[in-house]
Structure formats: structure tokens, C-alpha cells
T-cell receptor, first 115, second 113 residues
Framework: NAGVMQNPRHLVRRRGQEARLRCSPM?????VYWYRQLPEEGLKFMVY????????ESGMPKERFSAEFPKEGPSILRIQQVVRGDSAAYFC?????????????FGAGSRLTVL | AQSVAQPEDQVNVAEGNPLTVKCTYS??????LFWYVQYPNRGLQFLLK??????LVKGSYGFEAEFNKSQTSFHLKKPSALVSDSALYFC???????????FGTGTLLAVQP
């Protein structure tokens, strides 16, 4: 079991470009959560997805950010027209279901730097 | 709304001494509480959780946490700190309505040799 795979691990973009971050959860995990960690801050929830469904996107900015978790393939967090303030570490976590006692397993993160 | 608070940005302790990393929570209903650890440039690793049952929960790497309902606390403890325990520690509560984890701001643990 390779764990939660995130790629790219590091991504550099210029202002105005698009960033795509991918997350493949562990086998058997059908729920994916995305979090953002800004320097000197904690982890902020962005979005919670199940296969082909967005369950909770209350933490995601309304503009420029989108997420999907298709039936086949990894979950994608997409940031359009990036700005310097988007520079952060983005973590994905996988879970097995709706049971609140389930442990979320985190990936190693994708570090986005916007020049 | 569910929330957790970690009142200390940093905790310093000498190797071999006991350590405590504090966490208090605010929830409606029964809390599901978690501790995670983050090493530099890595993701979060699960340490332990409290769901129900014994108030003292034992986890990975010799860590334990005590659930105290009257004080709404869930402090992380270890009897004897190691230099390798130096990392960023996060307390979290599960939001019962949406199932997401809500994290505290993190506490940096520095263990001096």
C-alpha cells in the first residue's frame, strides 16, 4: 500500500498561470479532503469530496479554485490565475467513509510557489 | 461550531523530561478528538484518537493523551521526551455534521539534548 500519493511535490508558477495538484488516496478510501497550510498558520480545510461528488466546499475560495474527484483517476485541486497569496502547502487526506471515528491518512503535500 | 485551541505556539523540553502539549476543545455533543504530528517537509502522521471509553488514550511512539470532559481538554503527553520527538503537533476535532477534521494552530515541540 503506497499510502496517499500527491504530485507534484513542488510546483512553481508565475502569477496568472494555472496550478493543478493531484491526489491519489489509498485503496479503499473513497473520500478525499484538501487542506491548505500557509506559512506560520495551521491547516485550513478547503474541500471534502467523495467520488464524483463535492460534499463540503465551505473552505474553498469562491473564485479561481475548483476541485474534483472523478470516478476514475486522482482527485484534482485546480487553481486558476494564481496569485502570490496562493503560495502554500496543499495537503490531501483520504478516508474510508462517513464514520467520524475513521482516521484520515495524509499525503506528503504539494508545495506551490507563485513567483 | 466545533473548534480546538492550542494555547502554546512552542514548547521546549529537555531530553528525558516529561512533555505536555495542550489542547482544549469546544464541541456540541460527544467529541471525536485526534492528535497528528508533522515533521519538516512532510505530511501529517496520525498519533492517537479519542472516540469513547477510557479517558487515557495510548498512541504511537510512546505518546498518550488524556481526555478531560470537565476541563474540555485533550492534552498530549509523553513520560520521557526524545530529541527525535521535535516536530509540529496538531490537535483536531471531527465535525459531526460535515465529517471534516478541524485543526488547531499547531504547537512546535523542541526537545533539547
Amino acid at each position: 500500500n503506497a499510502g496517499v500519493m500527491q504530485n507534484p511535490r513542488h510546483l512553481v508558477r508565475r502569477r496568472g498561470q494555472e496550478a493543478r495538484l493531484r491526489c491519489s488516496p489509498m485503496k479503499g478510501h473513497s473520500h478525499v479532503y484538501w487542506y491548505r497550510q500557509l506559512p506560520e498558520e495551521g491547516l485550513k480545510f478547503m474541500v471534502y469530496l467523495q467520488k464524483e461528488n463535492i460534499i463540503d466546499e465551505s473552505g474553498m475560495p469562491k473564485e479561481r479554485f475548483s476541485a474534483e474527484f472523478p470516478k476514475e483517476g486522482p482527485s484534482i485541486l485546480r487553481i486558476q490565475q494564481v496569485v502570490r497569496g496562493d503560495s502554500a502547502a496543499y495537503f490531501c487526506a483520504g478516508g474510508a467513509g462517513y464514520d467520524g471515528a475513521n482516521v484520515l491518512t495524509f499525503g506528503a503535500g504539494s508545495r506551490l510557489t507563485v513567483l | 461550531a466545533q473548534s480546538v485551541a492550542q494555547p502554546e505556539d512552542q514548547v521546549n523540553v529537555a531530553e528525558g523530561n516529561p512533555l505536555t502539549v495542550k489542547c482544549t476543545y469546544s464541541v456540541s455533543g460527544n467529541p471525536y478528538l485526534f492528535w497528528y504530528v508533522q515533521y519538516p517537509n512532510r505530511g501529517l502522521q496520525f498519533l492517537l484518537k479519542y472516540i469513547t471509553g477510557d479517558n487515557l488514550v495510548k498512541g504511537s511512539y510512546g505518546f498518550e493523551a488524556e481526555f478531560n470532559k470537565s476541563q474540555t481538554s485533550f492534552h498530549l503527553k509523553k513520560p520521557s521526551a526524545l530529541v527525535s520527538d521535535s516536530a509540529l503537533y496538531f490537535c483536531a476535532v471531527r465535525d459531526g455534521a460535515t465529517n471534516k477534521l478541524i485543526f488547531g494552530t499547531g504547537t512546535l515541540l523542541a526537545v533539547q539534548p
